[in-house]
């Protein structure tokens, strides 16, 4: 009955990103060897060169894992680089990448704006190339393929305006403000505030996507706002220092949070009742239509079914756009467990469901 079940979400998820939307743990830090990760396969066979800002985010490592089996179902070799959080070893990956001679490069940028000069270069070579996740900035990429950024930060402000009704004061501690993604998210969210009676009384954000900074942030603005009602956090990671801090403060629970990603402490968080929400992300669904669409480019048929464009700061671009799922306490079990994402047991580890 489950797996009828996931069938049927998976689908509806599927059909709304592609035809509605436009086409629709941290435990690996040390880079991937290129020498392990060289193409053995035939001549001929399709060689796609995925390059990571980091492992540091909880989700990077699934969307690799998904990306390279449905890329390898396909008939293509994933080259996997990790830059680990620095541009100028990215740059250099990428450069390596070029040198190899894949047929598609797929981007996760480090900083969104730093990398328009080498994906012009692999252009220039002849590699198709997709930014994945992050729109990276004036490289005119073959395709874009993302969630709906704007839309997530819409989400988390709808959580905190349904959950904290009376209004108040409310946090804002980011991702990197160099992820251009960051700032879609924070357009969403403080446009759906505006008119609300909710007031962002401190704002700012995690270079580099360190979730550990949000400890030292939240002790700080807990000092000056005391009262705080609810608090919007750039991811999950987030959330955990987050929740953790508040606990220490005894108001684990009776402060708002929201973030972003659907990762496992999150869900059981929700449940337990110290996270309010988390704008959900089928990274799954994402690493496999960009797998597909890698492939789709490197043997040069067209892209069907995008019908949906973004300005990288220079021109259109082609984007499938995706959609996130505001994930509470209410629908946890329908689109988390029945959806196959984590199971019932991980996510109810600490309660008792009944």
């Not at 995925?50 to 492992?55: A, E, G, K, N, T």
Request: hydrophobic share 40%.
């Amino acid at each position: 009955m489950r797996m009828k079940k996931w069938k049927k979400i998976f689908a509806a998820v599927l059909c709304a990103c592609l035809f509605l939307a436009g086409c629709g743990r941290k435990e690996e830090t040390e880079n991937i060897s290129r020498e392990t990760q060289e193409s053995q396969s035939d001549e001929g066979e399709i060689k796609i060169g995925l390059s990571f800002d980091s492992f540091v985010i909880e989700r990077w490592i699934r969307d690799r894992d998904v990306f390279v089996d449905t890329a390898k179902k396909l008939g293509a070799s994933v080259n996997v680089q990790n830059a680990n959080g620095s541009v100028k070893e990215q740059i250099s990956q990428i450069e390596y990448l070029i040198d190899r001679d894949v047929d598609v490069l797929v981007v996760i940028a480090v900083d969104c704006g730093a990398l328009t000069e080498v994906m012009h270069k692999a252009k220039e070579a002849g590699i198709k190339t997709m930014s994945y996740d992050r729109l990276i900035l004036n490289a005119d990429t073959d395709l874009y393929v993302s969630f709906n950024n704007k839309g997530v930060g819409t989400l988390m402000a709808k959580a905190l305006k349904n959950a904290i009704p009376d209004g108040g004061d409310i946090f804002m501690i980011q991702g990197a403000e160099e992820d251009n993604n960051v700032k879609l998210v924070r357009e969403g969210f403080e446009e759906e505030l505006e008119g609300s009676n909710l007031n962002v009384v401190y704002k700012v954000n995690c270079e580099g996507w360190l979730a550990e900074l949000a400890v030292d942030y939240l002790d700080e603005a807990l000092k000056e706002y005391p009262d705080v009602k609810g608090i919007m956090c750039g991811n999950d990671d987030i959330a955990s220092q987050v929740v953790r801090v508040l606990a220490e403060h005894r108001l684990a629970g009776k402060v708002q949070v929201v973030g972003q990603d659907g990762d496992l402490a999150a869900c059981q968080r929700i449940v337990e009742g110290t996270q309010t929400m988390t704008a959900f992300k089928s990274v799954e669904l994402q690493a496999k239509v960009a797998a597909k669409y890698a492939v789709n480019m490197a043997k040069g048929e067209e892209l069907e079914r995008i019908n949906s464009t973004v300005n990288d700061g220079g021109k259109e671009i082609p984007f499938c756009m995706l959609q996130p799922i505001s994930v509470t306490s209410k629908n946890m079990d329908e689109i988390i467990i029945d959806g196959g994402f984590h199971s019932e047991e991980d996510v109810y580890l600490n309660v008792d469901k009944e």
